[in-house]
């Protein structure tokens, strides 16, 4: 019997509605399995906030470069520390190999371009870099049969002669311990000029004089360091030498520093002040370091008292220390000897230092905690005058002055300027006096607090990926590319590697005062330029937020390069940055003979900032037999 029309418009109901189930079932199912496989690819897709263009692109860029590490485990290992290692030399990319001549290549410190500069005062042994136009598009090769350093603390004492393939120096100070050549490798007796029974026991003396023991005294700089044996037996002791020296007839002294893992860069005490903020160093040495310290005015000894902290040391040893019975073997008359010790003394007391002791070789002063006393004994002393509008901590080209950093005002004669340092090894997580006073803008003591502890997590998430950067000896020389507070370096305290902080100039605040008075070290930066150091300086480089900094500055490329140039061969990078920066980083590094992945996050992977991890493979100048660079 036929349907009425009621009953055919209930059954097309019915059926209309089923079907409506399946569909949204349906629908429903495939979400799911799609939603599924999204995580499970590890999409990193952005923010929903994003636009189309950029939600595509970010992934496109997360699923071909963001990799697990189960699809891309890099190898951090060391493959050549010896026996020589096999001629492997540079690939041809879009980025060339340099030529071999280059292997030593300081840019801002080139020989040649130094010549066109005043040789008044040293002038042209400071910093002079290239122009834009005549920057190298190429990578700085290692020279042939270069090996991974000795592992710390053996390097303290030896490297190998083929990756500073120097003798001058193992000839012109043979008699003072300096350096030797025995066999393939370098040894450094420990000895200096002042100190012919050894760093360890010259130290020792300093060490009768003043308290190097207690935790007061951290941070040192060495004018005209040598091959940095001071600084190197200081690190036993808990303290941390700035150690530099010029490039200059004594070949490579610098670079046998570093070598050694010892912190230094290449300087020089000339016409602009030394990179480095106010009050920054607990003790300052020179030993016969030839710097004219009674001349123009007292110059130089006005800019270790800007650098020194209130109540820090001044070491001096060498002419014209105790020259009444060192003058004949200086070859120097009595009377030139007399008028230097007397220059010297002379801008000590104007700068309101007390001469603490001299014994034997040794001379030290103290500069006072303030200058409450040194304010009122400028009737007495009319020069030099104190400093008028003026950043002390301003330190990239800019010009000594011949007039006398003022410290902070105290309420007390007792109290110390700019407040007082915890001792080490509490002074690395005690808020700076620097944050506590207020005097850096929009930096407080909680941001200090969880700036600390994010980096003990961030650092804790490198060693699981980097395992050499957990393994004790692999690294040794660090350098953090744009440091902020110094948290990266803060976290490493315990690990044997030291770390050069560095401040980029055009940072939005100048927090290399509070890097020191962590008791760290770093200097002042601008990376569209070069550093002042030697190709292969770094065992490891960390580069955080750097290219966002610079990316409307200089050439992505460049910075690449710079880093190329100061990383050893099987050096390791890690950098932070945007997602879209770092794709176009690894683009680049492809073309450097870097191994590298992009990462996420380690909070999320909907984070936008991602970090690249990369590998600068082996690769040397071809032997002198050899042509121009070959496949590996």
């Known amino acids: 019997m036929a349907l009425s029309f009621s009953s055919r418009l209930s059954y097309l109901h019915f059926k209309t509605k ?37 939600i595509i692109e ?44 280059y292997t030593e290549y300081i840019q801002c410190h080139d020989v040649q371009r130094s010549l066109k500069f005043d040789r008044d005062r040293l002038i042209y042994r400071e910093r002079h870099c290239p122009e834009k136009n005549e920057l190298l598009k190429c990578r700085v090769p290692a020279p042939y049969g270069y090996k991974v350093p000795f592992k710390w603390p053996i390097s303290r004492d030896f490297a190998w002669y083929a990756n500073a393939p120097h003798k001058e120096l193992t000839v012109e100070k043979k008699n003072q311990n300096w350096v030797r050549v025995e066999g393939d490798r370098l040894r450094f007796p420990g000895g200096g000029t002042m100190f012919p029974r050894g760093a360890d026991a010259y130290i020792d003396d300093i060490g009768k004089l003043i308290n190097l023991k207690d935790g007061s005294i951290r941070t040192a700089i060495d004018t005209g360091c040598g091959v940095a044996s001071w600084g190197a037996y200081l690190l036993s002791r808990n303290i941390i030498a700035m150690s530099f020296a010029p490039k200059d007839t004594h070949v490579s002294q610098v670079q046998f520093a570093l070598e050694r893992g010892v912190p230094a860069l290449v300087g020089v005490m000339a016409s602009m002040r030394l990179p480095y903020p106010s009050r920054a160093f607990d003790m300052a040495h020179c030993s016969r370091c030839l710097i004219p310290w009674g001349q123009y005015d007292g110059l130089y000894l006005i800019e270790v008292d800007r650098i020194l902290r209130p109540g820090g040391y001044w070491v001096l040893s060498g002419p014209p220390v105790n020259w009444e019975n060192h003058w004949r073997g200086w070859n120097r008359t009595t009377e030139d000897l007399d008028a230097e010790q007397s220059g ?38 009319k020069q030099p ?9 301003m330190a990239w080209y800019t010009k000594m002055e011949t007039c006398l950093t003022q410290l902070p005002e105290v309420s007390d004669i007792k109290e110390i300027a700019g407040g007082k340092l915890a001792n080490w090894p509490e002074r690395l997580t005690a808020v700076p006096p620097r944050i506590y006073s207020g005097s850096l803008n929009g930096i407080t003591a909680e941001m200090f607090r969880e700036d600390t502890e994010l980096w003990k997590k961030r650092v804790a998430h490198y060693k699981t990926v980097d395992y050499q950067l957990a393994q004790n000896g692999r690294y040794r020389n660090l350098l953090d590319m744009n440091s902020y507070l110094g948290g990266f370096a803060a976290a490493l305290v315990d690990d044997p590697v030291w770390v050069m902080n560095m401040v980029p100039i055009e940072a939005e605040i100048n927090t290399l005062g509070v890097i020191y008075e962590r008791g ?20 490891f480089i960390h580069a955080d937020s750097v290219f966002s900094l610079y990316k409307d500055r200089c050439e992505m490329e460049d910075i690449l390069l710079e ?21 176009k980083i690894k683009s680049l590094i492809d073309g450097m003979q870097w191994d590298g992945r992009i990462a996420d996050h380690e909070d999320s992977p909907h984070q936008r900032q991602k970090i690249l991890f990369a590998v600068k493979q082996y690769w040397t100048a071809p032997a002198p037999h050899q042509g121009a660079g070959t496949a590996l």
């Open 563 to 583: 880093i190329d140039r100061i990383l050893r061969p099987e050096g390791s990078v890690i950098i932070r940055d945007d997602v879209d920066i770092l794709v």
């Open 58 to 101: 970010s992934l496109s860029c997360t699923s071909q470069h963001i990799n697990t590490t189960t699809e891309h485990v890099l190898d951090f290992s060391a493959h050549h520390y010896a026996p020589d290692p096999p001629p492997t030399t540079a690939r041809v990319t879009h980025i060339p190999p340099c030529d071999s001549k």
């Open 520 to 539: 760290l070290i770093g200097s002042y930066q601008n990376w569209c330029e070069a550093m002042s150091n030697y190709p292969r300086t770094y065992d």
């Open 344 to 381: 010297i003394e002379r801008v000590a007391k104007s700068l309101c230092w007390k001469k603490l002791k001299q014994k034997g070789d040794l001379a030290i002063w103290q500069k006072p905690t303030n200058h409450v006393h040194c304010q009122a004994n400028r009737k007495v002393f």
């Open 385 to 393: 005058r104190f400093c008028k509008a003026q950043d002390p901590d």
């Open 18 to 54: 089923k079907t409506n189930l399946y569909y949204i079932t349906l629908i429903t199912i495939l979400c799911t399995i799609f939603y599924l496989v999204g995580e499970w690819q590890n999409s990193g897709s952005p923010s929903p906030l994003a636009t189309k263009s950029s």
